[in-house]
């Protein structure tokens, strides 16, 4: 079976830390895709990320970065230097296909104070 | 901005009536996937439509039900709305044979 787990139901953050957000998964399939999507207040899913499974490369872009661990099965994300536009729920899923067929955590609700 | 549109953005509807929400996907894709967001809760899988034939379905009933048009827009329909119905739909977008997945900005439905 397929499973996202996100740990963290919110976190708040002062301006200018640094937070990791926690993305455990399960899947029995050996070719598979990993997301991190953030949703603002407006609703809509925002993309940031994906990686496939044969790719354990961690990857930095701007203040944001992965960490891509197929052993522990996890996909952490970190945003550096937090900003308050940061603020906003954080969804990491899981997909085996190439199509839009995902499977979503329950969410991290980040809070980034001024 | 993602060029998928939703109509409409807000929608109130009585226990027991119809209701078709509408996506328009962006340019050159040819997947649509609809998805149900409870307040506080990820996302969950409804069905995705490929050449205009349902192709993958979540655990939900059957009154939920879809379309897809030629032009690769597509229509959610729920019948005999229950109040646990009451959500954020999202529909996503993308080319069959991978890449990005884009979403819409929702349609909040409130069933009284």
């Known amino acids: 079976a397929q499973k996202v787990t996100q740990a963290q139901t919110e976190i708040s953050v002062v301006e200018k830390e640094d937070v990791t957000l926690d993305c455990v998964y399960e899947?029995?399939?050996?070719?598979?895709?990993l997301f991190w999507y953030k949703q603002p207040p407006s609703g809509e899913l925002v993309f940031l990320i994906r990686?496939?499974?044969?790719?354990?490369q961690n990857e930095i872009s701007g203040r944001y970065s992965w960490n891509f661990q197929k052993s522990t099965s996890s996909f952490n994300f970190t945003i550096t230097a937090s900003q308050v536009v940061d603020s906003a729920v954080y969804f990491c899923a899981l997909s085996e296909t190439t199509g839009n067929q995902f499977y979503f955590g329950t969410g991290t609700s980040l809070t980034v104070i001024p | 901005e993602t060029g998928v549109t939703q109509s409409p953005t807000h929608l109130i509807k009585t226990r027991g009536q119809q209701v078709t929400l509408r996506c328009s996907s962006q340019?050159?894709?040819?997947?649509v996937s609809w998805y149900q967001q409870a307040l506080g809760q990820g996302p969950q899988f409804i069905f995705q439509y490929y050449r205009e034939e349902e192709n993958g379905r979540g655990n939900f009933p059957p009154r939920f039900s879809g379309l897809q048009f030629p032009n690769y827009s597509s229509e959610l329909n729920v019948n005999a709305l229950e109040l646990d119905d009451s959500a954020l739909y999202l529909c996503a977008s993308s080319h069959r044979t991978g890449g990005r997945a884009f979403f819409g900005q929702g349609t909040r439905l409130t069933v009284v």
């Open positions: 340019s050159g894709h040819n997947t």
């Open positions: 990686r496939n499974s044969f790719d354990e």
């Open positions: 899947t029995r399939d050996t070719t598979y895709y």
